[in-house]
């Protein structure tokens, strides 16, 4: 089945510590989205790719960045994680343009903690 | 800027009962409007989009939601809950250029 793929599930890493969470998607959907959740909160989207285009929010702090390869692989590089940075991550993927429709495709979230 | 405003936090009906929650928008570009559902250990997923044309959409499990353009908003609705219908629900704008925004959600329980 096509599916959206997060690696790991749960993450542990220590304070100031760089991680790497990762995102495959075998849909072949143009757009590649990286959300935080926190608890009981809406997620949050940090930033998404439109085919090569990166785009940015503009509240996404500076610590954050990705990375993506081709179309199939998305990164979420936290260089430097603080407490307030715990939280779920979810990576989601959508087919936009002309023939789009633009609805997203979850995968199942990385669990991110901080000690 | 694009936003977009749940009006319920947490909603709790017994079972049978009708539901509607309220979606408010704000986006000045073609917007395409989505619910999205969330169950309990499970990962967020598709309950019904527009795009264009009939402004009632129709989505899984007996959902509906409807535009109303000059209101700015899309409202779900279904008849008659069910105890499987507990969840989170959040509605979501997404622009042509792929930007998402997300409302707050609304925990919906439904009472057996």
């Known amino acids: 089945d096509a599916m959206v793929i997060q690696n790991p599930r749960y993450q542990v890493t220590q304070f100031g510590k760089p991680v790497t969470l990762s995102c495959s998607q075998t849909?072949?959907?143009?757009?590649m989205y990286w959300y935080q959740q926190k608890s009981s909160q809406a997620p949050k989207l940090l930033f998404h790719?439109?085919?090569?285009?990166?785009?940015n929010e503009a509240d996404t702090p500076d610590n954050f960045q990705s990375r993506r390869p081709n179309t199939s692989f998305c990164f979420l590089d936290i260089r430097s994680p603080g407490l307030g940075d715990a939280a779920m991550y979810l990576c989601?993927?959508?087919?936009?343009?002309?023939?789009?429709?633009?609805?997203?495709?979850f995968g199942p979230g990385t669990r991110l903690t901080v000690t | 800027a694009q936003s977009v405003s749940q009006h319920n936090h947490h909603v709790i009906l017994s079972e049978a009962a009708s539901l509607e929650l309220g979606c408010n928008y704000s986006?000045?570009?073609?917007?395409?409007l989505f619910w999205y559902v969330q169950y309990p250990g499970q990962h967020l997923q598709l309950l019904l989009k527009?795009?264009?044309?009939?402004?009632l959409v129709k989505g899984i499990k007996g959902f509906e939601a409807e535009f109303i353009k000059s209101k700015f908003s899309f409202n779900l609705r279904k008849p008659s809950v069910q105890w499987s219908d507990t969840a989170e629900y959040f509605c979501?704008?997404?622009?042509?250029?792929?930007?998402?925004?997300f409302g707050d959600g609304t925990t919906l329980t439904v009472k057996p």
């Open positions: 979501a704008v997404t622009s042509n250029a792929g930007k998402s925004t």
């Open positions: 849909l072949n959907h143009n757009v």
């Open positions: 527009y795009f264009s044309g009939d402004p």
């Open positions: 989601a993927t959508s087919r936009a343009g002309p023939q789009g429709s633009y609805e997203q495709y």
């Open positions: 790719y439109y085919d090569k285009d990166f785009n």
């Open positions: 986006y000045g570009g073609t917007v395409n």
